[in-house]
Nanobody, 127 residues
Framework: QVQVVESGGGLVQPGGSLRLSCVAS????????MGWFRQAPGKEREFVAG???????????RYADSVKGRFTISRDNNKNTMYLQMNSLKPEDTAVYYC?????????????????WGQGTQVTVSS
């Protein structure tokens, strides 16, 4: 079975930081790329960041233009855990953030390419 669980969301003031975690299990997640998406009320789900997942080794990442320079995606190969470090947070970053596994080994930007999804974790940026 494939399991994906996010955590680390919460309330933070503009300019603050949060680190999201995603713990995954299963051979599909262990071999394929994965990414972070977010969805705000009334908006479509959008790509945030992705990282290749060939045996948890690759080092290739991609980011949405809106988060470049502020967000960093990474993973711990020993714990099968992926992270999203979010700095300089803005109110427009407010959304439910989802962790998902890609259907292939490399990062793509379309949510339809991702097969298994976590339940989501709420991030709220407000003063």
């Amino acid at each position: 079975q494939v399991q994906v669980v996010e955590s680390g969301g919460g309330l933070v003031q503009p300019g603050g930081s949060l680190r999201l975690s995603c713990v995954a299990s299963g051979r599909i997640f262990s071999n394929y790329a994965m990414g972070w998406f977010r969805q705000a009320p009334g908006k479509e789900r959008e790509f945030v960041a992705g990282i290749v997942g060939i045996n948890w080794i690759g080092g290739s990442t991609r980011y949405a233009d809106s988060v470049k320079g502020r967000f960093t995606i990474s993973r711990d190969n020993n714990k099968n855990t992926m992270y999203l470090q979010m700095n300089s947070l803005k109110p427009e970053d407010t959304a439910v953030y989802y962790c998902a596994t890609n259907r292939g080994r490399y990062v793509t930007l379309d949510s339809v390419d991702y097969e298994y999804w976590g339940q989501g974790t709420q991030v709220t940026v407000s003063s």
